[in-house]
């Protein structure tokens, strides 16, 4: 079966960066759009970013201006550029990825997921 791994993920102080890869293995084709989606503790998994084979990209409010988006659609592999981090953003970061079958369905792949946590 087809896997995505996310890396990048870490501890950093308010105001820094950081920048995740999420790599789709060879049993993934077929992609149409990824996204990124956090869960905090306590909290339901809520997506973050996503874009699509068109370009098209979307952001949850609270990130605009502050996370990019990005994907290497030949190599499979799902990027989120995050500035100006903030304690709210604390969570595990999981990658998404959707991806078309015959007869016009989809598949919907998940990530093992990141730890991002944001503390001075």
């Known amino acids: 079966q087809g896997q995505l791994v996310e890396s990048g993920g870490g501890l950093v102080q308010p105001g820094g960066s950081l920048r995740l890869s999420c790599a789709a293995s060879?049993?993934?084709?077929?992609?149409?759009?990824m996204g990124w989606y956090r869960q905090a503790p306590g909290r339901q998994r809520e997506p973050v970013a996503r874009?699509?084979?068109?370009?098209?990209?979307l952001y949850e409010d609270s990130v605009k201006g502050r996370f990019a988006i990005s994907r290497d659609n030949a190599q499979k592999t799902l990027y989120l550029q995050m500035n100006n981090l903030k304690p709210e953003d604390t969570a595990v970061y999981y990658c998404?990825?959707?991806?078309?079958?015959?007869?016009?369905?989809?598949?919907?792949?998940w990530g093992q997921g990141t730890q991002v946590t944001v503390s001075s």
């Open positions: 998404n990825a959707l991806a078309s079958v015959a007869g016009g369905g989809s598949l919907t792949y």
């Open positions: 060879r049993g993934v084709s077929n992609i149409y759009s």
């Open positions: 874009i699509t084979n068109t370009g098209n990209i």
